[in-house]
């Protein structure tokens, strides 16, 4: 990768500070550093929005799938057993339905919009010891 593949040329134009100069414009460059994330460098199969804070897996309809299931049946819940629930056993079965629904949803975007790690791979020298050892036992 080249040296200046990590600076980004800008080039802007304004009044002179110094008023005793007669040009109206003056070209100023500026080389400013932009930062240079892994995932750009190193492009996989995963998409990422929000500047890299968000990835996700190119299965991303099994994503959409899960997410309408969950509010399906969690729609259908409250609008049909959660009224008879409420009024003849507990108020308190609503609030822990919604607790419940809230706790779900929010580890299932958690879980689906970030990174899980890459085992590293075993060095040569570390995969022929697990060799040496699996021929032992």
């Known amino acids: 990768m080249k040296k200046d593949s990590f600076y980004t040329e800008v080039s802007t134009t304004g009044l002179p500070k110094n008023g005793d100069r007669d040009d109206d414009n003056q070209e100023v460059q500026i080389k400013m550093a932009k ?14 929005y929000c500047n890299g804070r968000i990835m996700m897996a190119r299965q991303a309809g099994i994503f959409y799938l899960t997410c309408s299931l969950i509010v399906i049946t969690s729609g259908l819940f409250f609008a049909f057993d959660c ?31 970030s990174d899980p790690g890459v085992i590293p791979r075993a060095s040569a020298e570390e995969a022929a010891e697990m060799e040496r050892q699996n021929e032992v036992a």
């Open 35 to 48: 930062s240079v994330r892994r995932w750009e460098v190193f492009p996989g199969k995963n998409k990422f």
């Open 83 to 113: 009224v008879y629930l409420a009024q003849k056993v507990t108020p308190a079965i609503p609030a822990i339905g919604g607790a419940l629904f809230i706790f779900v949803m929010s580890t299932l975007l958690r879980t689906s919009f």
